[in-house]
């Protein structure tokens, strides 16, 4: 690889070694709890995670989300960040990062996820019609069912057996699609809320396969498929782990063949794209 090529801190630095190859320089203080305390904490909010305060939290399962640190490279840039009023330099570079790897034209930046799931359910759902998915998520499916939506599940069976196998536990069973196509009529379809991976599902992927064939089935019956891209990246590497035909191409060229197969697609930048808030 030429100099110019190196993208990449990985790249740039030479890196693939047993030990990570950075420095974590901040620390954040945490406040220690004694059992007592965590106990009051969890029945005050009734055993619900998402109403706990996060001060009363010392270990925190709930989420990945914005949980990984920044490198000095990505506070760097949002100290060189444009505050123009109009036509910000960063907007372009960030337009231009998701058209490159994410293959969509157009893109609007949300404070994080759960604003752009508000954005295009308001956009796109009309009041009474039915958004099939690959298993709810709890942000996601709030804002379908706040824009007069109805979420139906249709992943594959296995999603919900911890004992199977399958590689692909995230797929759409498009048998069950294509009943509630048939009984509602695709008019009264929203779009296909399709998830990759599936949090809810233990972060199961969804195979190219598959997207192929419910690109082909939504086709056939004029249905839009939008993507929740949160955990794309990741979708794709477990399809070049998996996938016959995948493990020569890049996560990068699966990435943006598996976006192709959809009509657009909201994510929350707090996952694999390794920033502390963000959305688009
Ligand atoms: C699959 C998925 N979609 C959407 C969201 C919502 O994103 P955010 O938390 O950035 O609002 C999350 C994260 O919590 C998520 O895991």
């Known amino acids: 690889m030429s100099q110019s090529n190196l993208r990449t801190m990985g790249q740039q630095f030479g890196r693939r070694s047993w030990a990570e190859p950075w420095k974590i320089k901040t620390v954040e203080p945490l406040r220690m709890t004694t059992q007592e305390q965590?106990?009051?904490?969890?029945?005050?909010?009734?055993?619900?995670?998402?109403?706990l305060k996060s001060e009363d939290v010392y270990i925190d399962l709930l989420t990945d989300s914005g949980t990984s640190a920044m490198s000095d490279r990505q506070w760097a840039g949002m100290m060189m960040?444009?505050?123009?009023?109009?036509?910000?330099?960063?907007?372009?570079?960030?337009?231009?990062?998701?058209?490159?790897?994410?293959?969509?034209?157009?893109?609007?930046?949300?404070h994080q996820g759960r604003g752009a799931e508000?954005?295009?359910?308001?956009?796109?759902?009309?009041?009474?019609?039915?958004?099939?998915?690959n298993m709810y998520f709890t942000t996601t499916r709030l804002h379908q069912e706040l824009a007069g939506g109805?979420?139906?599940?249709?992943?594959?069976?296995?999603?919900?057996?911890?004992?199977?196998?399958?590689?692909?536990?995230?797929?759409?069973?498009?048998?069950?699609?294509?009943?509630i196509i048939k009984r509602q009529g695709a008019p009264n379809i929203a779009y296909v809320s399709l998830a990759g991976t599936v949090n809810m599902a233990g972060g199961q992927p969804v195979s190219?396969?598959?997207?192929?064939?419910?690109?082909?089935?939504?086709?056939?019956?004029?249905?839009?498929?939008?993507?929740?891209?949160?955990?794309?990246?990741?979708n794709a590497?477990?399809?070049?782990?998996?996938?016959?035909?995948?493990?020569g191409k890049t996560i990068a060229e699966i990435l943006k063949e598996f976006c192709g197969y959809t009509d657009g697609a909201w994510m929350s930048a707090k996952k694999d794209s390794l920033v502390n808030i963000g959305g688009e």
């Open 38 to 51: 965590r106990e009051t904490a969890l029945t005050g909010a009734g055993y619900n995670t998402f109403l």
């Open 81 to 110: 960040g444009d505050e123009a009023y109009a036509g910000s330099r960063n907007f372009y570079n960030l337009e231009s990062a998701v058209q490159t790897y994410y293959g969509y034209k157009h893109m609007v930046p949300t």
């Open 118 to 133: 508000h954005l295009i359910s308001q956009c796109v759902i009309k009041k009474g019609q039915v958004i099939p998915g």
């Open 150 to 179: 109805t979420f139906v599940d249709v992943i594959i069976d296995e999603a919900h057996d911890p004992q199977s196998t399958h590689p692909f536990k995230g797929n759409v069973d498009l048998e069950k699609l294509e009943g």
């Open 208 to 234: 190219m396969a598959n997207v192929k064939a419910l690109r082909a089935m939504c086709d056939r019956y004029g249905v839009k498929i939008f993507l929740d891209a949160t955990r794309m990246v990741e």
């Open 237 to 247: 590497f477990f399809i070049q782990e998996r996938e016959d035909g995948y493990a």
